[in-house]
């Protein structure tokens, strides 16, 4: 009879969305606030249990308190290589059914006059972390044949460059790059792993206070970001660009020589110089 039953569950268990959700774990850095804490929240309602990583554990602590499903905080500052090699061990530890890279931080200014270590945190977060744990979990995820990475950069991944805010543009550039080519080769493979690039245009978070920037057209909510993220994410979408506004944005760029792109998008970075003195 035991042997029955266990069975019975097991077959539920591969058969079942709602029984896979309820036994499932999703990984999500910078979770603090933002994007971030918007995906701790919106898994939650769905179910899943949370690994949550930031610097900030107290607002991690208190995010928990809030959420209906389990939380492990742990504590990582993701500008640390070595730092980011530990963390990787721990989760290994953890059978992670989605892993989101979402920490990341800009800085606006010219190339010349920012700061270089702010320039080397920002390749340490933005790039080096993200690479890191895709790198070292995605075998995992392959040995399972299961689940979902998604790397958090933006419409400036999708463009061909950044002036004013050069080391940004180019640190996402990279993760948008990375992800593509990860997705190509999880697919020449016949993986059922699915790996995705999320590249939001402006949202309402503590990006703009920490780069120093005001955006001339409004963000959309980290809330509305996250939930449609995660349900372009489930339909194995590649590169997720929220609203037709940004859509549109990004293909008008393509088709923009480089040089003018260049221009265009300088001109549009220059005016965050004037907007974020006036605040």
């Known amino acids: 009879l035991d042997i029955k039953l266990l069975n ?31 995906f701790a929240v919106q898994l939650s309602k769905m179910g899943y249990h949370l690994i949550l990583v930031s610097r900030n554990t107290h607002k991690l602590k208190k995010l928990a308190t809030k959420l209906n499903t389990t939380c492990k905080i742990i504590y990582c500052d993701l500008s ?42 920002m390749i340490h977060v933005n790039i080096k972390a993200t690479h890191i744990l895709t790198k070292e979990l995605l075998p995992k995820f392959i040995k399972h044949d299961s689940g979902y990475i998604m790397n958090v950069s933006s419409s400036a991944g999708l463009l061909p460059g950044g002036p004013h805010m050069a080391t940004y543009y180019a640190t996402k550039a990279y993760i948008t790059n990375l992800t593509s080519s990860i997705y190509q080769e999880l697919k020449e493979a016949k993986s059922h792993v699915h790996i995705c690039a999320l590249c939001p245009g402006p949202v309402q978070t503590n990006f703009n206070k920490i780069a120093n920037v005001q955006f001339s057209i409004n963000g959309i909510s980290a809330s509305h970001c996250a939930v449609y993220g995660l349900q372009k994410m489930f339909q194995k979408k590649l590169i997720i660009i929220p609203t037709f506004y940004m859509k549109a944005a990004v293909w008008a760029m393509y088709k923009t020589p480089r040089k003018m792109a260049l221009a265009i998008t300088s001109l549009q970075q220059r005016k965050k110089y004037h907007q974020s003195t006036t605040l």
Do not use: P, V
């Open 8 to 38: 019975m569950f097991i077959l539920i268990y591969k058969n079942n969305e709602k029984w896979r959700i309820f036994m499932a774990t999703a990984c999500i850095t910078g979770a603090s606030s933002g994007i971030g804490r918007a």
């Open 80 to 121: 640390n290589e070595h730092s980011c090699h530990t963390l990787a061990n721990q989760l290994k530890k953890y059978h992670i059914d989605i892993l989101i890279n979402n920490a990341g931080f800009g800085d606006l200014g010219e190339f010349s006059k920012t700061s270089l270590l702010k320039d080397l945190d």
